[in-house]
């Protein structure tokens, strides 16, 4: 009951999110204090982290902290206000949490200031520290990992179409550019990529400039497709009994069962009441059967993850396809709750199986108890990809139209080094490829590579502050910058590297390709809904206007975008705050 009142609370009720953190005397965070909520009653709790995201009806409210040992504390709380709070103990302290690593990007040297973990309404999000200007000058390099994840432009539609407000961190702006298609260039014969820039003037912030940097993988021929040793992992307990959860995933890998070939072998791991092999390796050829056993699912039982994954990549190991797609695709809302449950450790768990040469694909689901932070660490870990399934349209996207995307690998550990010409960029900011601040902390963090689907199209932008052509003294303007894309190929350890240089060449707003239009209101929709300090010259206004002008009528993914943008801003505009009068 307390869970469904928290989530019908959060659905038609959450006007502002209050942010904080909890720590004790000694400046440690503390990790599972309960917190109540006094306009609602509702109780909540601060993450593994100490932190916690809340939403609330008003904008002033007030809160009661518990924890074992400590003194009760009640307090107002200002929902505009981040929330340091500290309970005193009445025994002992209490320990922070160990930090983590790999890096979405990376400028050497450079250590941005942090941020916080939070959670909301039950779902945990990765706390992001938004990338900021960074002087060409001084930091010339930067680099980010080539990612295929699309996962966040489903859960902030999902967000949208409840007519609420979203958390910050959910939206992440590559994986919003990721879900749309603009444009596809066939790499050269002897590169897995094709690299192509346009510059052009930046919408938001008059004299900045906005660098499209486009990364096309190379297609598979269907022909030569290789045989694929498939684990479906699919989480039956109890939690998955809603409509949104278990029923969507039914539908969802039988959708992806159409898309199997004589070749291929299915197995079918589950977990809830009990962890086992649910159907055993099966041919492609008998889709019946396969159909059957997925029907069959019922939930019930707690949520053993960790037992559940290492069931499924034993059997993926044990029935390995050598130079075949031998991949595990876990199903779940990743609300774990048996065996090891942190980030921390289910990270530590993909990374030991990484290396037998299985790929994992994570498709997320659900509301309330949703851990995006979990599925996005086990994807990105566990050398693999990362979607969030909103509803059977999302499914047959993801599974059927861009099935080579999702499943097949054209490559691995790639990750993109980009080098500014210091005589023409003062500043540069890479848009998205935002990093976790447990991360950041780590010195010894580096960039963790993605796997690459078949045919995919990366678009990455950069907002760029141009030195002054008076400053400019003998020095070749023609280089805005120099890129180096590093990857390696499945199954071969072998570095690889594809190069280009980006063209000084500016092109007016108005006469950039349509493509790139759309793909700047997007980046701009993005900022909007984390309420970015670099993007607040922006307006939904212009927004709109931008995608409306550029939109291909023919396109109905962005003829959804733009519908998108007009619930947005109702929401937006309802729930901000008014400006009072002196």
Not at 383 to 397: H, R, T, V
């Amino acid at each position: 009951m307390l869970l469904l009142g928290s989530l019908l609370f959060f659905t038609s009720h959450g006007q502002y999110y209050l942010r904080g953190e909890i720590r004790d005397e000694n400046n440690g965070l503390m990790p599972n204090v309960k917190i109540r909520l006094h306009s609602s009653g509702y109780l909540y709790y601060s993450g593994n982290t100490g932190a916690f995201g809340i939403p609330i009806a008003q904008l002033i409210d007030s809160l009661t902290l518990a924890a074992d040992g400590y003194e009760d504390r009640t307090m107002r709380v200002d929902a505009d206000q981040f929330q340091t709070i500290r309970l005193k103990p009445i025994f002992r302290s209490t320990a922070a949490v160990p930090q983590s690593k790999g890096l979405m990007s990376l400028t050497k040297d450079w250590r941005p200031s942090n941020n916080k973990d939070w959670t909301v309404a039950g779902e945990t999000y990765s706390s992001l520290v938004e990338n900021a200007f960074i002087p060409a000058v001084k930091y010339p390099e930067t680099g980010f990992a080539v990612r295929i994840d699309k996962a966040s432009y489903s859960n902030v539609r999902r967000f949208l179409n409840m007519g609420s407000t979203i958390p910050p961190d959910a939206v992440r702006i590559e994986e919003l550019l990721n879900y749309f298609n603009f444009g596809y260039t066939a790499p050269p014969a002897d590169s897995c990529f094709s690299l192509n820039s346009h510059l052009s003037d930046c919408p938001w912030n008059e004299g900045n400039r906005l660098l499209f940097l486009q990364v096309c993988a190379r297609k598979l021929d269907p022909a030569r497709i290789p045989p694929a040793n498939l684990v479906f992992l699919i989480d039956v307990s109890g939690s998955m009994d809603l409509p949104n959860k278990l029923p969507l995933i039914k539908s969802a890998f039988s959708l992806l069962v159409n898309n199997l070939r004589d070749v291929d072998t299915v197995t079918i791991v589950t977990y809830g009441n009990m962890v086992g092999v649910w159907m055993p390796p099966t041919s492609g050829n008998e889709k019946k059967k396969i159909l059957q056993s997925i029907d069959d699912l019922t939930p019930g039982g707690a949520t053993p993850g960790e037992a559940g994954i290492r069931a499924a990549y034993r059997v993926a190991r044990s029935q390995l396809i050598k130079g075949g797609n031998n991949r595990v695709i876990l199903a779940t809302d990743g609300d774990f709750n048996e065996g090891e449950t942190s980030e921390e450790e289910l990270e530590k768990l993909v990374i030991q199986y990484k290396d037998w040469g299985v790929y994992l694909t994570c498709l997320g689901v659900g509301m309330g108890n949703y851990k995006d932070s979990k599925l996005e660490t086990l994807a990105k870990k566990g050398n693999g990809n990362f979607a969030y399934l909103d509803d059977e349209q999302e499914a047959e996207k993801v599974l059927v139209r861009e099935f080579t995307q999702t499943v097949y690998a054209v490559a691995d550990d790639a990750y993109l080094n980009i080098a500014f010409n210091p005589s023409v960029i003062k500043n540069y900011r890479l848009i998205g490829f935002d990093n976790k601040v447990k991360v950041l902390s780590d010195s010894s963090s580096g960039i963790q590579g993605g796997e690459v689907g078949s045919g995919h199209s990366l678009l990455a932008l950069f907002e760029l502050t141009p030195v002054s052509a008076d400053s400019i003294s003998g020095v070749a303007t023609d280089r805005l910058a120099k890129v180096v894309l590093n990857y390696k190929l499945p199954h071969d350890p072998v570095e690889r590297m594809t190069c280009y240089t980006c063209p000084n060449h500016l092109i007016a707003f108005h006469d950039l390709q349509p493509c790139y239009r759309f793909a700047t209101s997007i980046a701009l929709f993005g900022g909007l809904l984390k309420k970015s300090p670099f993007m607040k010259q922006g307006d939904w206004k212009e927004v709109i206007e931008i995608a409306q002008e550029s939109r291909d009528p023919e396109d109905g993914m962005q003829q959804e975008f733009i519908a998108l943008i007009e619930k947005a801003q109702k929401i937006y505009k309802r729930n901000k705050k008014p400006k009072i009068r002196e």
